[in-house]
């Protein structure tokens, strides 16, 4: 089994900074692209920011300027660096991994959440 972990979230007051990582484990022949996503309360989750096995990065258009996706590729982690903070980037924020299993099997892993709350 294939198991994403992730760790960071936290409480910190708009303008501060976190760190958020998620780190695959288990069966893994390769990790293609990684992806960082998040959900407020009564919203749909959305798409904050990929980065591709190549390092070709994307990034919603609230969050350019302020939030960087990383990976590094030998510890199969993906980081997002969340700079200042507003109170509307409040969620859990959720890393997404597609992970092929061997070379033929690829399925798409989501880790458990981690809660990131920006108030005063």
């Known amino acids: 089994q294939v198991q994403l972990v992730e760790s960071g979230g936290g409480l910190v007051q708009p303008g501060g900074s976190l760190r958020l990582s998620c780190a695959a484990s288990g069966n893994i022949f390769k990790v293609n692209a990684m992806g960082w996503y998040r959900q407020a309360p009564g919203k749909e989750r959305e798409l904050v920011a990929t980065?591709?096995?190549?390092?070709?990065?994307n990034y919603a258009d609230s969050v350019k300027g302020r939030f960087t996706i990383s990976r590094d590729n030998a510890k199969n982690t993906v980081y997002l660096q969340l700079n200042s903070l507003k109170p509307e980037d409040t969620a859990v924020y959720y890393c997404?991994?597609?992970?092929?299993?061997?070379?033929?099997?690829?399925?798409?892993?989501w880790g458990q959440g981690t809660q990131v709350t920006v108030s005063s």
């Open positions: 980065i591709a096995s190549t390092g070709n990065t």
């Open positions: 997404n991994a597609e992970i092929m299993e061997n070379i033929l099997r690829f399925r798409y892993f």
